[in-house]
């Protein structure tokens, strides 16, 4: 009987490895932290603001017409970010490009040398870059790496026509503090809202296993964009994945560091586009 139950453990680890492409590391995911331990660090802008430059993106000018770039899962490793660099060329070329956010996982392991890549490459662009945090970037205990340099994985960005939020979802739920955050913060907004998280709420069928594990936690969060959010962006799955519900979209995108594909958002006073590109 052990021999059996030994048997479908080995199996159900192995279907989870191929199913679930972005939690592929056994020791590295049972070896990370809690969304407890980094919700402390709610008002730590450690990288969005830096008074030795005179930087704060925590406060945006965007007026009523311009763009962003949203793009998932770089997973730079060994400081290899497949071609996150390039991205400089296709902002530098576009003036209406404001911002970018990319959606977790930007690292495989959280190390020290990939996070200060991804903090090298953002500060290249000359524009703002709003990190969200994934499950891989506090892999192996490497909370401490992102906290130290980044800081917060929780926060809302200002702006004359917008409001931001950053969500962690890193460990698959977004906790009842988060939300309640959440839903108190977004009855101070004004002009367009959008929300950004690691993982998906949403996969394409029974067998998906890319969302968050909670789908509670999802129903009240879908209640609480209805009518205040214009779209919540995410990535996780690898895979693109658009959903609407309650007038707000929800987008997943696929994974950069296999297609070098990024979404670029036109926003003007008639609408919202989304263009998926490719580097």
Same mark, same amino acid.
């Given at each position: ?11 159900? $680890? ?22 407890? %331990? ?9 990288? $969005? ?53 990319? $959606? ?10 990939? =996070?200060?890549?991804? =903090? %090298? =490459? ?9 990190? @969200? ?110 959903? %609407? ?19 670029? @958002? ?10 998926? %590109?490719?580097?």
């Amino acid at each position: 009987m052990v021999k059996k139950h030994l048997w479908l453990l080995f199996a159900v $680890l192995i279907s989870f490895w191929f199913i679930n492409s972005c939690s592929n590391d056994f020791l590295g995911l049972f070896v990370s932290s809690d969304l407890d %331990e980094r919700l402390k660090e709610k008002n730590n802008f450690r990288f $969005l603001i830096n008074n030795d430059i005179g930087r704060d993106w925590t406060n945006l000018t965007l007026g009523n017409s311009y763009s962003f770039i949203v793009l998932a899962d770089t997973h730079i490793q060994n400081r290899n970010a497949f071609g996150l660099e390039r991205l400089g060329d296709v902002i530098a070329a576009n003036p209406e490009i404001k911002f970018v956010v990319i $959606l977790g996982d930007i690292t495989q392991y959280g190390a020290a040398q990939d =996070i200060d890549r991804f =903090i %090298e =490459i953002a500060d290249s662009f000359g524009i703002p870059v709003f990190p @969200v945090i994934g499950n891989h970037d506090f892999y192996f205990g490497n909370w401490p790496v992102w906290r130290d340099r980044i800081g917060s994985t929780v926060y809302r960005v200002n702006a004359d026509s917008a409001t931001l939020f950053v969500l962690d979802s890193g460990n698959s739920f977004f906790g009842r503090e988060q939300l309640n955050w959440l839903e108190r913060e977004l009855q101070t907004t004004a002009g367009r809202v959008f929300v950004f998280a690691h993982h998906s709420l949403f996969v394409r069928g029974p067998l998906g296993m890319q969302q968050v594990t909670d789908t509670r936690e999802r129903a009240r969060l879908v209640s609480i964009l209805r009518g205040r959010s214009d779209i919540m962006f995410m990535g996780h799955s690898h895979s693109r994945l658009i959903h %609407e519900v309650g007038n707000v979209k929800y987008v997943t995108i696929e994974d950069f560091f296999n297609t070098n594909i990024y979404c670029l @958002v036109i926003v003007t006073p008639d609408g919202i586009e989304l263009v998926f %590109e490719k580097l």
